[in-house]
C-alpha cells in the first residue's frame, strides 16, 4: 500500500516562504520521480514542479520558477518544496503525487497513479 503524505502548509504573508514535506511510504521511492501539484480555490488541478530520482534533475511550472525549489532525500523517503517569495495566488492545496512503479519525469497530473490528500496553503496579502 502506497501512502503519500503531505505536512507543512499553513498560512503566511506574502513575500513569505514556507517548506513543504511529502513522505513517501514505498519501497521504490528512491528509483522514482516525484511531482507537486496544486489546486486553487475553484480552479482545476495544476503542475507546480517535479524531481527525478537522484534529485540532480527538476522541472518546474513557469508560475513558480525562481521561486520554488524542489528536493527530496531518498534516506529519509521524502521529497520537499521550498516555497520562497510567496504570493497570493498561490493559494492552494499542494499535493505531492507519483506514479509507482514508474521511472519517467511528468508534469501531467493524469500520469499520476498516487496522491497525497494535500496541505493547505494560504498566502494573505
Known amino acids: 500500500q502506497v501512502q503519500l503524505v503531505e505536512s507543512g502548509g499553513g498560512f503566511v504573508q506574502a513575500g513569505g516562504s514556507l517548506r513543504l514535506s511529502c513522505l513517501a511510504s514505498v519501497r521504490s521511492f528512491s528509483s522514482t520521480p516525484m511531482g507537486w501539484f496544486r489546486q486553487a480555490p475553484g480552479k482545476e488541478r495544476e503542475f507546480v514542479g517535479t524531481?527525478?530520482?537522484?534529485?540532480?534533475?527538476?522541472v518546474y511550472a513557469d508560475s513558480v520558477k525562481g521561486r520554488f525549489t524542489i528536493s527530496r532525500d531518498n534516506a529519509k523517503n521524502t521529497v520537499y518544496l521550498q516555497m520562497n517569495s510567496l504570493k497570493p495566488e498561490d493559494t492552494a492545496v499542494y499535493y505531492c503525487a507519483a506514479r509507482f512503479p514508474w521511472t519517467n519525469m511528468s508534469t501531467k497530473s493524469d500520469d499520476m497513479n498516487y496522491w497525497g490528500k494535500g496541505t493547505l496553503v494560504t498566502v494573505s496579502r
Open positions: 524531481i527525478d530520482w537522484s534529485g540532480s534533475h527538476t
